[in-house]
C-alpha cells in the first residue's frame, strides 16, 4: 500500500553533513510511523530513527543521538533524516520503512513497508 524510495545518500567525508530523503506515493501515509534502519557489509540491520505518525515524538539509537534528527513532512510525503558530525562507522546503506507503530519502536518486525535504501558512505 505504501511505496518507499529513498534518495541523498553520496560519499562524504568524515564531519560532513547529509540529508536523506524518503518518499512515499500511499496516501495513508499521514497514519504510517517512520523509521530509518541501516546496514553495513556483514553487519546485521540496525534500527537508527523513529518518528510517530503525528509527528510529535522521536526516538534514535544511542549510537547516532545528538548527531541525526529525523522529520516529516506529511503535506509532501516524504521523511527526512538529517546526518551530521558524519563517521567512517556510519557508512551503510539506509533504509526507510513505515509501519502501524503507536509508540517507539526499534524493532524492524513492527515495519511493514521498505525502501530500496540508500548508500551512505563516509572516508576517513
Known amino acids: 500500500q505504501v511505496q518507499l524510495v529513498e534518495s541523498g545518500g553520496r560519499l562524504v567525508q568524515a564531519g560532513d553533513s547529509l540529508r536523506l530523503s524518503c518518499a512515499a506515493s500511499g496516501r495513508t501515509f499521514s497514519r504510517y510511523s517512520m523509521g530509518w534502519f541501516r546496514q553495513a557489509p556483514g553487519k546485521e540491520r540496525e534500527f537508527v530513527a523513529f518518528?510517530?505518525?503525528?509527528?510529535?515524538?522521536?526516538a534514535y539509537a544511542d549510537s547516532v543521538r545528538g548527531r541525526f534528527t529525523i522529520s516529516r513532512d506529511n503535506a509532501k510525503n516524504t521523511v527526512y533524516l538529517q546526518l551530521n558530525s558524519l563517521k567512517p562507522k556510519d557508512t551503510a546503506v539506509y533504509y526507510c520503512a513505515a509501519g502501524r507503530v503507536g509508540v517507539p519502536s526499534s524493532s524492524a518486525a513492527n515495519y511493514d513497508y521498505w525502501g530500496q535504501g540508500t548508500q551512505v558512505t563516509v572516508s576517513s
Open positions: 518518528i510517530h505518525y503525528s509527528g510529535g515524538s522521536t
